[in-house]
């Protein structure tokens, strides 16, 4: 079955930096979309970012912007997310995503969380101000 394993995730002093990694299994990864979430105690689950399945277009929330960055390895069936400039507002659970129906460039689906099917237990992220 679909498996999504994320880590990375940790206690960080606001302005640093993680790298979380997520590997996939039981799929054919190269032809998957991928997306990053995250969920925060009290809030909904929110977008982060996302990749095309072969990485030439990312997807990134406003809030984000400039700060993280997502890249995948197909060889290796992993997806990543860099995070430098680390705010307080950024802790959370951060969960990674499968989506077995790429949506088309530039589509807005990119940015749903109903458009993915398989997720991830989740990796803790906390910042500390």
């Known amino acids: 079955q679909v498996q999504l394993v994320e880590s990375g995730g940790g206690l960080v002093q606001a302005g640093g930096s993680l790298r979380l990694s997520c590997v996939a299994s039981g799929l054919t990864f190269s032809t998957y979309a991928m997306g990053w979430f995250r969920q925060a105690p009290g809030k909904e689950r929110e977008f982060v970012a996302a990749t095309s399945v072969r990485g030439a277009s990312t997807y990134d929330a406003d809030s984000v912007k400039g700060r993280f960055t997502i890249s995948r390895d197909n060889a290796k069936n992993m997806v990543h997310l860099q995070m430098n400039s680390l705010k307080p507002e950024d802790t959370a659970v951060y969960y990674c995503?499968?989506?077995?129906?790429?949506?088309?460039?530039?589509?807005?689906?990119?940015?749903?969380?109903?458009?993915?099917?398989?997720w991830g237990q989740g990796t803790q992220v906390t910042v500390a101000s």
């Open positions: 995503a499968a989506d077995p129906t790429p949506p088309p460039y530039g589509s807005s689906r990119y940015y749903a969380r109903n458009e993915y099917r398989y």
